[in-house]
T-cell receptor
Framework: EAGVTQSPTHLIKTRGQQATLRCSPISGHTSVYWYQQALGLGLQFLLWYDEGEERNRGNFPPRFSGRQFPNYSSELNVNALELEDSALYLC?????????????FGNGTRLTVT | EDQVTQSPEALRLQEGESSSLNCSYTVSGLRGLFWYRQDPGKGPEFLFTLYSAGEEKEKERLKATLTKKESFLHITAPKPEDSATYLCAVQVYGGSEKLVFGKGTKLTVNP
């Protein structure tokens, strides 16, 4: 069974640009979560998508947005990039209907803003 | 506000030297506590879920336990391949179905 896949692996952008990160969940998983892992801060919850809808978002500004497609893959967009957006962005998926089941993570996209 | 605190931040052990990692939590109602392992440059890998106080789970050299306020990850006779960052996360009732993570304990096991 293929795990959660994310692309690209690495992304280098300049301050003020936009970044687009992509995620494909495990087959059969309909919920997708995005987390930011910045140095020294641990994993911070960004967004949760389920059945194509945004269900919840963390304490991040509106320039962090995303969507979930009909095939349950997801995209995270970060507009007007700032230096502090440099981090590992992790996507995770979960089996539908089991809200206390573990999240399964991809290996992330390393975003560097210069 | 739901909080998860892990200690120590870093732990260095000799191969075969057993020890424990701590995860203390302050939440409104615990739905589940999760342990993950994260290797450098990789995403977190799921290890255990614990749901109620007194519960224990084991996998190879790892054993996770849960009380009403904290969880321990016991590592028995560790090997160098156990070196990683260990993350603890909680999910609460009435929350947003997200997991709240601690900052992790970086474990180094020397041969």
């Amino acid at each position: 069974e293929a795990g959660v896949t994310q692309s690209p692996t690495h992304l280098i952008k300049t301050r003020g640009q936009q970044a687009t990160l992509r995620c494909s969940p495990i087959s059969g998983h309909t919920s997708v979560y995005w987390y930011q892992q910045a140095l020294g801060l641990g994993l911070q919850f960004l967004l949760w998508y389920d059945e194509g809808e945004e269900r919840n978002r963390g304490n991040f500004p509106p320039r962090f947005s995303g969507r979930q497609f009909p095939n349950y893959s997801s995209e995270l967009n970060v507009n007007a990039l700032e230096l502090e957006d440099s981090a590992l962005y992790l996507c995770a998926s979960r089996f539908p209907g089991l809200l206390d089941s573990p999240l399964h993570f991809g290996n992330g996209t390393r975003l560097t803003v210069t | 506000e739901d909080q998860v605190t892990q200690s120590p931040e870093a732990l260095r052990l000799q191969e075969g030297e057993s020890s424990s990692l701590n995860c203390s939590y302050t939440v409104s109602g615990l739905r589940g506590l999760f342990w993950y392992r994260q290797d450098p440059g990789k995403g977190p890998e799921f290890l255990f879920t614990l749901y109620s106080a007194g519960e224990e789970k084991e996998k190879e050299r790892l054993k996770a336990t849960l009380t009403k306020k904290e969880s321990f990850l016991h590592i028995t006779a560790p090997k160098p391949e156990d070196s990683a960052t260990y993350l603890c996360a909680v999910q609460v009732y009435g929350g947003s179905e997200k997991l709240v993570f601690g900052k992790g304990t970086k474990l180094t096991v020397n041969p």
